[in-house]
């Protein structure tokens, strides 16, 4: 074991997943338990495993308990994804705010703006890059708003959702007024069962001033989340129109079509929707590069 200790972490790495092509198929904890046995491999596969983390039901209670843990592992984490079904299991405050101070080394965030509001209120060292919020940002409620609003301004990358058919009840521009974001994903949502105008797909209507006006934006990338394709095709449609009247090489779509979750069962639609919040935070930096752009300059500058 002494000389296993001084292999270099990439063989320790190999000889971990040659291992684990046995065991952990079998068990879903023996890489976490030959950590607790063997530092050679605490060293090297434990900031792995804990790199990015999902605060959901099942996970909840035992990361809270690994939180208060010496040396908790936690400080390893970089990404924290809290899934939407978090918020139907009570916790107590002092157990969230204990697990929200061994995550204060993320720098990247997915979940609901009240779950981001709860964890800026536990943490004033958080120093995010990006986050993604995974409700309607600017819409219906916003007493989250006033306590992520430091953390916002710090951010250069940022997703947010839009709800097609609803009135804002805020600006975006009001809360970004320090605004250094550098690549911005906006996910347009489409309420199943709700009506929506063609007027209502012309997003540009609520986005377009503060997207012109961000100083530091590089890029934007719009996505459809609609019930049906004709909804999403129209979207882009009015995106299109929006970046060609603009001559605004930032503006991107990604025109895959990806339908809403739904299913009678509730429980199993917002299962459906945190895998896909879960997805996007897997895909880390390439999620920002996604999709193409809708108008681009000619070479000779006579566009």
Not at 102 to 115: K, M, P, Q, V, Y
Not at 217 to 242: K, S
């Amino acid at each position: 074991m002494v000389y296993f200790s001084r292999l270099p972490a990439v063989l320790v790495l190999l000889v971990a997943r040659h291992a684990a092509r046995d065991h952990a198929l079998r068990s879903a904890r023996w890489v976490a338990t030959l950590c607790l046995v063997c530092r050679s491999f605490r060293r090297v596969v434990t900031p792995l495993l804990y790199d990015l983390i999902t605060v959901d039901s099942v996970t909840l209670h035992r990361l809270a308990a690994t939180s208060e843990l010496p040396d908790t592992p936690l400080l390893f984490t970089r990404a924290l994804v809290i899934a939407s079904t978090y918020f139907y299991y009570n916790i107590r405050e002092k157990s969230f705010a204990s697990l929200a101070r061994a995550l204060r080394n993320i720098t990247s965030f997915t979940g609901t703006t009240e779950s981001l509001s709860r964890l800026a209120r536990s943490v004033d060292e958080l120093r995010l890059r990006s986050a993604y919020l995974a409700d309607p940002t600017f819409f219906g409620e916003i007493s989250a708003i006033p306590a992520i609003q430091p953390v916002i301004t710090t951010l250069t990358r940022l997703h947010i959702v839009h709800e097609i058919g609803i009135t804002q009840s805020m600006s975006p521009e009001a809360l970004l007024r320090s605004f250094k974001v550098e690549y911005l994903i906006i996910d347009v949502f489409e309420r199943e069962g709700k009506h929506v105008d063609d007027s209502d797909m012309d997003i540009s209507r609520d986005n377009a001033h503060w997207v012109a006006s961000a100083p530091c934006l590089r890029r934007v990338l719009f996505r459809a989340r609609c019930v049906n394709e004709r909804t999403a095709c129209r979207v882009f449609q009015h995106i299109a129109e929006w970046a060609e009247r603009e001559r605004d090489a930032r503006i991107c779509i990604d025109d895959t079509f990806v339908p809403n979750p739904s299913d009678d069962d509730y429980d199993a639609e917002i299962a459906q929707w945190d895998n896909l919040e879960w997805e996007d935070a897997v895909a880390g930096d390439c999620l920002w590069l996604q999709g193409h752009q809708v108008w681009r300059p000619t070479p000779d500058g006579l566009d």
